[in-house]
Nanobody, 120 residues
Framework: QVQLVESGGGLVQAGGSLRLSCAAS????????MGWYRQAPGKQRELVAD???????NYADSVKGRFTISRDDAKNTGYLQMNSLKREDTAVYYC??????????????WGQGTQVTVSS
């Protein structure tokens, strides 16, 4: 009924940029907080950044000043602009969204993940 689809991952050289997108579809009344997480091999999944419905943002210290999270509620889509990428940013990136559906339904959804690989 509700799903998230991510796109925009890939291979990039250190210092380069990528933009991830997360499109929500289905019976959506509104999207509350949207976030991006990442998981590198052998490590736990960690929060990269999130953004509230009011536009408030929160970033992991490791990405502050390099990554920017944004959202377009008209398109039910969130974005993560990643600049000055480093090798340690290599991971699978997951979108997460807290979604209010119709009839008071609520969903906490995860995307399928998109691989970001930063080469030296």
């Amino acid at each position: 009924q509700v799903q998230l689809v991510e796109s925009g991952g890939g291979l990039v050289q250190a210092g380069g940029s990528l933009r991830l997108s997360c499109a929500a579809s289905g019976s959506i009344f509104s999207i509350n907080t949207m976030g991006w997480y990442r998981q590198a091999p052998g490590k736990q999944r960690e929060l990269v950044a999130d953004i509230t419905s009011g536009g408030g943002t929160n970033y992991a210290d490791s990405v502050k000043g390099r990554f920017t999270i944004s959202r377009d509620d008209a398109k039910n889509t969130g974005y993560l602009q990643m600049n000055s990428l480093k090798r340690e940013d290599t991971a699978v990136y997951y979108c997460n969204a807290d979604i209010s559906g119709y009839l008071n339904r609520r969903y906490v959804m995860w995307g399928q993940g998109t691989q970001v690989t930063v080469s030296s």
